[in-house]
């Protein structure tokens, strides 16, 4: 029995290390796109104010890159990954304030008239030049 529970003990904390690397090997990959862009993140954002969906860039599956109305560049990222970011067209569905791209708030692509995906924004940064 007592080996089952010193078993159990090395189990739980390898899970919990495992994480943390894993966590910032995305974060590295991210800056990595984002400097093959020519940009590098800075700080976080609360909202986009007049925003341009049609002028974005694609990062990877789960960020872009939106212009606000003075074309100053800002990651969005999603909270889950979003089909069609990358080709198809990008319409804001949901927002708190409207002309306003902030947290929380949803963008669909459309293919035609249907939804492929409805994407919630997670983060929002400004963006710095390299």
């Known amino acids: 029995m007592r080996k089952f529970k010193t078993g159990l003990i090395i189990l739980f904390i390898a899970v919990l290390c495992i994480p943390g690397p894993v966590a910032a090997k995305k974060s590295s990959l991210l800056d990595q796109q984002l400097a093959e862009l020519g940009y590098k993140q800075g700080s976080k954002a609360?909202?986009?104010q007049d925003f341009n969906l049609e002028d974005r860039t694609y990062v990877n599956n789960k960020?872009?890159?939106?212009p606000d109305g003075n074309a100053k560049p800002y990651l969005v990222i999603f909270w889950e990954t979003c089909q069609g970011i990358a080709?198809?067209?990008?319409?804001?569905?949901?927002f708190k304030v409207k002309g306003q791209l902030a947290k929380y708030d949803r963008v669909v692509t459309r293919y035609?008239?249907?939804?492929?995906?409805?994407c919630q924004v997670k983060f929002l940064y400004e963006l710095d030049p390299v």
Request: glycine share 0%; proline share 0%.
């Open 46 to 48: 609360a909202f986009i």
């Open 63 to 66: 960020s872009i890159i939106v």
């Open 87 to 94: 080709t198809k067209r990008m319409e804001a569905r949901t």
């Open 112 to 118: 035609e008239t249907n939804d492929l995906a409805k």
